[in-house]
């Protein structure tokens, strides 16, 4: 483990922290970087602390690397930069990388396509040497971060590829969870070892889904909240489109006057305002509504939700709990007392169904 990386690293976090001592320090890191942020934060507990933890290379004894840095040093070294995993381990995927990097990103991508048929010649610039010694660094890394685990404290999300090359980033994520004490698990099933350089991918939407954005010590889902981006809202309305095709929705309104119209005219345009809503469709109707409501005013509609879509237990005890992401993308929160009073003194809209996940269920099963 390269000791003067770690406390370079551990410097920042501790000047960030002491800057602004209420509000949580966000670590990033990626395959090695994930092995210096979990470094950091066994060494550094009364930090508070938020890892993020992508494809993490604390599996590298488990890898296909594992294997490829043993015979690495019998490859001559023309050959060497002709094995696809030693090149994706220094370079990343450049044609899945996201077009949100413009013009650099295209460049990029349009250098790597022209390169292809000739990886020998990337011999040239990339050296054996960079890549031993990029496999040594992992390797140790690796090693001093898994035997001390049980030192980690922090809050952590382990952002995992489905399909990386290099590492067994899925197996890697649930063992992670299984060992250290705050840990949730996003899986991206598609997605390649650079998931970060990746088009359709997100860090900061997956960080709000999973429920690890904060702006202090303990977590506030009515103050917590960022309104939506453009992407978000444009994916939240893509996921209802059959939906919305199927039933062909229409909203209408109460005018002052008690005139009902067809639209959204008779919504009040400021809060705090209560909406009172019954379960028809097992609860599938929120999203066209809240999306429809937000596309058309501009009004965002805060959903008052069973705190089972909040608590951590629901990662262990459903298959997928990434499936309740999107609501909390959408701003809901655990319905108390608490929270309704906090949203209506924020003169937020609140959308509360009294029936809850039993009238959603036709009282078929009950939530405790």
């Known amino acids: 483990m390269n000791a003067g990386l770690v406390e370079h690293v551990e410097r920042t976090v501790k000047s960030e922290s002491s800057r602004a001592p209420d509000r949580p320090v966000y670590l990033v890191g990626e395959s090695v970087g994930a092995c210096i942020a979990l470094a950091v934060a066994a060494r550094n507990r009364d930090v508070d602390l938020v890892l993020v933890l992508v494809n993490p290379g604390t599996s590298f004894h488990r890898s296909q690397l594992q294997s490829l840095s043993a015979l690495l040093d019998l490859v001559p070294d023309p050959f060497h930069s002709s094995t696809p995993q030693l090149l994706n381990f220094l370079t990343g995927n450049f044609m899945k990388m996201s077009p949100r990097f413009g013009g650099a990103g295209q460049a990029l991508s349009e250098v790597a396509s022209g390169l292809l048929p000739s990886l020998m010649y990337l011999a040239d610039i990339l050296p054996k040497e960079s890549i031993v010694w990029k496999m040594k660094m992992l390797r140790t890394a690796s090693s001093f971060v898994n035997s001390r685990l049980h030192a980690v404290k922090a809050q952590t999300l382990v952002v995992a590829s489905g399909n990386d090359e290099l590492l067994p980033s899925r197996d890697e994520a649930e063992r992670l969870r299984g060992t250290l004490k705050k840990c949730r698990v996003r899986?991206?099933?598609?997605?390649?070892?650079?998931?970060?350089?990746?088009?359709?991918?997100?860090?900061?939407?997956t960080i709000k889904g999973a429920g690890d954005y904060r702006r202090s010590r303990q977590t506030d889902y009515v103050l917590d909240f960022l309104p939506l981006s453009d992407d978000e809202l444009e994916k939240a309305i893509d996921r209802d489109r059959l939906l919305t095709f199927a039933t062909d929705p229409v909203m209408l309104s109460t005018l002052p006057d008690g005139k009902i119209v067809r639209g959204l005219a008779g919504l009040p345009r400021a809060g705090p305002v209560l909406l009172v809503g019954y379960h028809m469709l097992m609860g599938f109707e929120l999203g066209p509504l809240v999306t429809g409501v937000l596309r058309s005013t501009g009004i965002h509609i805060r959903g008052l939700a069973h705190p089972f879509m909040f608590n951590e237990s629901s990662d262990q005890l459903i298959p997928d709990s990434s499936n309740y992401d999107l609501h909390r993308i959408m701003g809901a929160v655990p319905v108390t007392a608490v929270n309704f009073y906090k949203l209506l003194s924020e003169k937020q809209f609140v959308l509360l169904y009294p029936g809850g996940a039993r009238e959603a269920l036709h009282r078929k099963v009950r939530i405790c």
Do not use: S
């Open 187 to 205: 899986h991206f099933r598609d997605n390649g070892h650079k998931i970060l350089l990746e088009d359709g991918f997100d860090l900061v939407t």
